[in-house]
């Protein structure tokens, strides 16, 4: 595993145990009868998940950075073909066009 996977898998694990603190925060102040125990559990449950599924996105996301990679030094010169195809398209398309004098 590389270091970025163990720092991706490292995140995960925080995830998951934030979101079980939650859960039991939730449950004890829920059989306590404590509303601000329960809604600061509700609310780590939610960080727990949130901080899980970001780790799950940019692990996604490295994969496909690296796909793009191995394609562009596997193809150098379609890639530059390929950049120049959309930055000319893109200047054609945000730049403003100018009036005919006449």
């Given at each position: 595993?590389?270091?970025?996977?163990?720092?991706?898998?490292?995140e995960k694990a925080k995830g998951a145990i934030e979101e079980g603190t939650g859960r039991?925060?939730?449950?004890?102040?829920?059989?306590?009868?404590?509303?601000?125990?329960?809604?600061?559990?509700?609310?780590?449950?939610?960080?727990?998940?949130?901080?899980?599924?970001?780790?799950?996105?940019?692990?996604?996301?490295?994969?496909?950075?690296?796909?793009?990679?191995?394609?562009?030094?596997?193809?150098?010169?379609?890639?530059?073909?390929?950049?120049?195809?959309?930055?000319?398209?893109?200047?054609?398309?945000?730049l403003p066009r100018r009036a005919a004098k006449g």
């Amino acid at each position: 595993m590389t270091e970025s996977g163990n720092e991706t898998f490292v995140e995960k694990a925080k995830g998951a145990i934030e979101e079980g603190t939650g859960r039991l925060k939730d449950a004890a102040g829920g059989l306590t009868g404590d509303l601000g125990m329960q809604a600061e559990g509700k609310v780590d449950q939610l960080s727990g998940m949130a901080r899980r599924e970001f780790a799950e996105l940019y692990e996604e996301g490295e994969g496909k950075v690296e796909k793009a990679v191995l394609f562009v030094q596997d193809r150098p010169l379609l890639s530059v073909a390929i950049a120049a195809v959309v930055g000319l398209l893109a200047g054609l398309i945000l730049l403003p066009r100018r009036a005919a004098k006449g």
